[in-house]
């Protein structure tokens, strides 16, 4: 038996591959590749309340695509975090608050640390962040097609289509490597 998932109460949780982890206290040696672009992939957007799973792991891949070739390490790795604490609503969000923001913001402090990304950095990426929910939203929510970035958007989700959670995380991992190159003291 997993002592995490009996010992939930103290905040820890099992990862993809195998680590057991605190929610309150992630360490620079619980992260992992393997575990953010799994749980990246998993994770569907907008709550999951859409006709198809859309992950957060196509997200950033979309992200990444829309930002200027010199924000690719903040592009990809924005919503890292989520691999691990979910993607929460906006409107839940809100509720949570302070809390969950801390949260978030332990979580990617340490994620940038392993990766070398300059925390600060993703405060850049908001812009895109915010076109790519835009975007998302006119094509998956409201169905919109004619427009030139629906088109563009139309392209970018055709490359997932029909595609299996394992084959995307693999596709994110394949891309957080090219843009990453190497963490911190190895893979």
């Not at 992992?32 to 792991?57: K, P, T, W």
Request: charged residues 25%.
């Amino acid at each position: 038996m997993s002592e995490a998932v009996h010992n939930y109460k103290a905040g820890k949780f099992d990862t993809y591959s195998g680590k057991q982890v605190s929610i309150l206290q992630p360490k620079y040696e619980d992260i992992a590749i393997e575990d953010i672009s799994m749980g990246l992939a998993n994770v569907c957007r907008f709550g999951g309340q859409i006709g198809r799973h859309y992950s957060v792991a196509i997200h950033s891949l979309l992200v990444m695509e829309l930002a200027p070739a010199s924000l690719c390490k903040p592009a990809i790795i924005h919503d890292a975090s989520e691999a691990y604490l979910g993607d929460v609503i906006k409107p839940l969000k809100h509720i949570l608050g302070e809390k969950y923001a801390e949260l978030e913001t332990l979580w990617m402090r340490v994620i940038c640390e392993k990766y070398g990304v300059d925390y600060y950095a993703l405060n850049a990426i908001k812009k895109y962040d915010m076109q790519a929910l835009e975007m998302e939203h006119r094509y998956i929510r409201l169905r919109e097609r004619e427009s030139k970035e629906m088109l563009f958007m139309g392209s970018f989700l055709e490359r997932f289509q029909g595609k299996s959670v394992v084959w995307t995380a693999g596709i994110y991992k394949e891309h957080f490597k090219k843009v990453i190159i190497q963490p911190v003291g190895g893979w």
